[in-house]
């Protein structure tokens, strides 16, 4: 049996609701500007141009919420609520009719991000990862199995700060549909199980300070509390 030089990390996972049962995190995959209020309000054109995607490292998900440390380096954070969809199967070039068979899930998170950094890397043509895959970047609440709730494919999703409406939208205004998301995706990399996808926010987005409280919700699929420390 080979040995490691030290104990290898604790395998980051995300709560099953209802159940004792963890979902094991593979890799994080983010879709960009999936919105078209948020793509205007970044100052995109919202037509339906291809998806793209970012990623966030597994290590870098917030399960069950809780507190979320305000990250250094940065004086703009920002929420950005999201469904997230776990995949409990994988492939290559899945055909956009069999994507959702890989689905085992739905959740609520939240893409946190150092807007101000993010800008400054967009501004030298640089990678977004320390915008966007900074420690405890991506908080999510448990899964929901789709053998439960189904696919939801319409549903409000919205975030309170501190008890007042900031982001309101519904999953019926996705630019790219969840098995559009995978289909896409999956001609990309090989997909597998443990992966997750957050689907894109609406729009709103904007910054939190200490002592913030957060509450999203995606109607149908569940909610996520987390606070600034």
């Known amino acids: 049996m080979p040995s490691y ?5 604790q395998q980051p ?19 960009g ?4 209020a948020h793509a205007v309000e970044m100052g995109h ?9 970012f990623m966030k490292t597994p290590d870098a998900l917030l399960p069950d919420g809780g507190t979320f440390p305000y990250p250094t380096e940065t004086s703009d954070v920002h929420h950005e609520i999201e469904m997230v969809v776990a995949l409990e199967k994988g492939g290559r070039d899945v055909p956009e009719a069999e994507a959702l068979n890989l689905v085992f899930g739905y959740g609520v998170g939240i893409d946190f991000t150092r807007r101000d950094l993010q800008a400054e890397a967009k501004k030298l043509a640089r990678p977004w990862e320390v915008g966007k895959a900074f420690d405890h ?3 999510c609440g448990p899964l929901a199995r789709a053998s439960e709730i189904g696919h939801p494919a319409k549903g409000a999703v919205t975030l309170d700060v501190n008890d007042e409406r900031r982001q309101t939208g519904d999953l019926d205004q996705l630019i790219w549909t969840v098995p559009e ?4 995706l999956s001609r990309l990399f090989e997909l597998a199980p443990g992966d997750l996808i957050f689907t894109g926010t609406p729009a709103g987005v904007g910054p ?5 409280r957060l509450h999203g919700q995606v ?10 420390g």
């Open 5 to 9: 030089v030290f104990p290898p990390p």
């Open 13 to 31: 996972a995300v709560a099953v609701l209802g159940t004792s049962s963890l979902f094991p995190a593979r890799r994080v995959y983010c879709v």
């Open 33 to 36: 500007r999936n919105y078209a």
């Open 45 to 53: 054109d919202p037509d339906r141009e291809p998806p793209f995607f």
């Open 137 to 139: 970047a991506a908080p």
């Open 181 to 184: 998301m995978i289909a896409y």
């Open 208 to 212: 939190v300070a200490r002592g913030d």
């Open 219 to 228: 109607e149908g699929v569940g909610e996520l509390r987390v606070t600034v």
